[in-house]
C-alpha cells in the first residue's frame, strides 16, 4: 500500500507562483508512474500532469502546458508540481496519484487558491 502525502498549497495571487510537494511511502517509489489531478468546486477531476518512473517522459495539460513542470526526486521519494504564472481558473485541490500501470494509489489533496 502506498500512502501519499501533498503538501505546499495555499492562497497565491494571479501571475504568482507555486511548488507542490507529494511524499510517497513506498521504499521502490522509482517503480512508480506518478501524476497530478485537479479539482475544482463542482467540476469533475481533471489530469494535470504526469512524470513516468524513469523521469524521461512528462505530460501536460493543454491549460497548464508551458506553465507547470512536473519532476521526481527519487531519493526523497517525492514528486513535485511547480507552478508558476497562475490564474483564478487554477484554483483547486490538487491531488497525486501514483501507480505501476494504472494509478492505483491516491493523495488526500492539498488547496490551491488563486486570487484575481
Not at 511511502?25 to 500532469?49: C, D, H, I, L, P
Not at 491516491?106 to 490551491?112: A, C, F
Amino acid at each position: 500500500q502506498v500512502q501519499l502525502v501533498e503538501s505546499g498549497g495555499g492562497l497565491v495571487q494571479a501571475g504568482g507562483s507555486l511548488r507542490l510537494s507529494c511524499a510517497a511511502s513506498e521504499r521502490t517509489f522509482s517503480a512508480y508512474n506518478m501524476a497530478w489531478f485537479r479539482q475544482a468546486a463542482g467540476k469533475e477531476r481533471e489530469f494535470v500532469a504526469a512524470i513516468t518512473r524513469s523521469g524521461r517522459s512528462t505530460g501536460y495539460a493543454d491549460s497548464v502546458q508551458g506553465r507547470f513542470t512536473v519532476s521526481r526526486d527519487d531519493t526523497n521519494n517525492t514528486v513535485y508540481l511547480q507552478m508558476n504564472s497562475l490564474k483564478p481558473e487554477d484554483t483547486a485541490v490538487y491531488y497525486c496519484a501514483a501507480g505501476l500501470r494504472l494509478l492505483d494509489y491516491w493523495g488526500q489533496g492539498t488547496q490551491v487558491t488563486v486570487s484575481s
